[in-house]
Nanobody, 125 residues
Framework: QVQLVESGGGLVQAGGSLRLSCAAS????????MGWFRQAPGKEREFVAA????????YYADSVKGRFTISGDNAKNTVSLQMNSLKPEDTAVYYC??????????????????WGQGTQVTVSS
């Protein structure tokens, strides 16, 4: 059974940093596309970042490019999202997701097969 568990969320002031982690178990995640999405109240779930573990290729939403970095830690079987220069508009529940096929659209939530329960990120102004 594939399980994804996020951690690292919290409250931070604008301009600060947080590092989110996703602990993955129950699958061969090196062959998956791993993604981070976020959802704010009243908003659609939106793409943040993704990585193809087998080739290390990364993708970012324009809104976070240059501020966020997605990476994997094979020793701990985790995917992390380093978030720098945080803005109030980054406030959301952040979700880790896994897609079985890298050919799917990395930005589309419906193309991901497994999801974590989410972790809250709140950025104050």
């Amino acid at each position: 059974q594939v399980q994804l568990v996020e951690s690292g969320g919290g409250l931070v002031q604008a301009g600060g940093s947080l590092r989110l982690s996703c602990a993955a178990s129950g699958g061969a995640f090196s062959s998956y596309r791993m993604g981070w999405f976020r959802q704010a109240p009243g908003k659609e779930r939106e793409f943040v970042a993704a990585v193809r573990w087998n080739v290390g290729r990364t993708y970012y939403a324009d809104s976070v490019k240059g501020r966020f970095t997605i990476s994997g830690d094979n020793a701990k079987n985790t995917v992390s999202l380093q978030m720098n220069s945080l803005k109030p508009e980054d406030t959301a529940v952040y979700y880790c997701a896994a897609a079985l096929y890298s050919g799917t659209y990395y930005w589309r939530p419906s193309d991901y097969d497994y999801w974590g329960q989410g972790t809250q990120v709140t950025v104050s102004s």
